[in-house]
């Protein structure tokens, strides 16, 4: 079993900066990509970064230039640093990992999300 503990959301003004942490634990071998994506409400679930293995990266259209996405392999843990922040950014972020539990099998698996409130 694989599990996904997000921490770092909250309320925060508009223009301003938060960093999100999701840390995975448990029965891991490796971790193929870990991303992140957010649904405000109403909306349905939308992408906002990805991390591969090998550090590349991409991003939604409405968040490149504003977030980066990061990652510390020995510590299973990927971040995400979201600068000017705008109302609209307001959402659950869910962090999502790509787990290989041994070489022979892959789990995909999610965090529970975190709250973000961007208030204008």
């Known amino acids: 079993q694989v599990q996904l503990v997000e921490s770092g959301g909250g309320l925060v003004q508009a223009g301003g900066s938060v960093r999100l942490s999701c840390a995975a634990s448990g029965s891991i071998f490796s971790i193929t990509f870990m991303a992140w994506h957010r649904q405000a409400p109403g909306k349905q679930r939308e992408f906002v970064a990805r991390?591969?293995?090998?550090?590349?990266?991409n991003y939604g259209d409405s968040v490149k230039g504003r977030f980066t996405i990061s990652r510390d392999n020995a510590k299973n843990t990927v971040y995400l640093q979201m600068n000017s922040l705008q109302p609209e950014d307001t959402a659950v972020y869910y962090c999502?990992?790509?787990?290989?539990?041994?070489?022979?099998?892959?789990?995909?698996?999610w965090g529970q999300g975190t709250q973000v409130t961007v208030s204008s």
């Open positions: 991390i591969a293995s090998d550090g590349s990266t």
């Open positions: 999502q990992m790509l787990v290989r539990p041994n070489w022979y099998s892959v789990s995909d698996c």
